[in-house]
């Protein structure tokens, strides 16, 4: 009896790991990338986008598994973008409307179109006929198709952004009218720190914006781009009160500190945009 409890035992966790095993090789073949989608992507012009959430046809791609790969991806991340080259703009409105009709959640379409140059490798696997390479334009259509509620989670970040935005310039402009009345000696008696003091009223107002949204980007499940997202606005919100800091500080006690030592948060900050802009490019 005790040999038959182990061997049933050892039975139930082999099917238990069979079901575990056949579960992920599903899994990862719907994630999976079509094989033309592949030989596609790899003779893409450099600027367009090759996300995970980026899927590009052509009329030689396997619209089954595109379409099951783009529900998956709309279940996970909430949104997916469905990319035509040439002749194939017809079959990208096509897997776009069938995502749309997969889903039972409500979603929306946002269309965008292009003009792009494509070697003639690429369309000629598109048509079907043989044809000299070289490079000319083709129309291109892009098709986002998210979910509403990450809909709406996007346009939430967009409002922050913009309300960051609105600050920060009322905040420059009301400085700059006290640094007009400052250096012509309209108000002699007022403080540099009083003068910069819009900017610093304006750091801590962004800095509360941010901590919301990263609350809020939380308690959605959107941890990685929370985190990514406030590490930057972070990161630039300490530099700008940095340099602004030092600049009192030099406004105050010329002979304190060098100028070298008061741009440094720029420079830092100035690096840290290229890095970026490279990255998004």
């Not at 006290?178 to 002699?188: A, G, H, I, S, Y």
């Not at 009223?201 to 959605?220: G, H, K, S």
């Not at 070298?260 to 290229?274: G, K, N, R």
Request: hydrophobic share 45%.
């Amino acid at each position: 009896m005790v040999y038959s409890g182990a061997g049933r035992n050892l039975s139930d966790h082999v099917m238990a790991t069979e079901t575990r095993e056949t579960a992920s090789q599903v899994s990862s073949s719907v994630k999976a990338i079509d094989p033309e989608e592949q030989w596609l992507r790899r003779r893409l012009p450099r600027y367009l986008p090759k996300r995970p959430n980026d899927i590009y046809v052509n009329n030689n791609s396997n619209f089954k598994v595109q379409e099951l790969r783009g529900v998956s991806l709309l279940s996970e991340s909430g949104w997916v973008v469905v990319h035509g080259l040439g002749s194939a703009v017809p079959c990208a409105i096509n897997l776009a409307h069938s995502l749309q009709a997969a889903v039972h959640t409500p979603t929306a379409l946002h269309t965008n179109t292009s003009s792009i140059h494509l070697s003639d490798d690429i369309e000629s696997s598109l048509d079907g006929a043989d044809q000299e390479y070289h490079s000319k334009g083709y129309a291109a259509v892009h098709i986002k198709v998210s979910l509403l509620q990450n809909t709406n989670k996007e346009n939430f970040v967009a409002k922050e952004s913009n309300r960051t935005v609105f600050i920060w310039l009322t905040a420059l402009l009301v400085t700059l009218v006290l640094v007009v009345l400052r250096v012509d000696d309209v108000t002699p008696t007022i403080s540099w720190w009083v003068v910069l003091s819009p900017m610093f009223i304006a750091d801590a107002l962004n800095t509360y914006f941010c901590v919301i949204v990263l609350i809020r980007m939380y308690l959605d499940g959107v941890l990685k781009p929370a985190a990514l997202r406030a590490l930057w606005s972070f990161s630039v919100l300490t530099l700008g009160f940095t340099f602004k800091f030092l600049l009192c500080r030099k406004l105050m006690e010329p002979t304190q500190l060098e100028y070298s030592a008061v741009m440094s948060p720029v420079f830092v900050l100035l690096q840290l945009i290229l890095i970026r802009a490279c990255h998004f490019n």
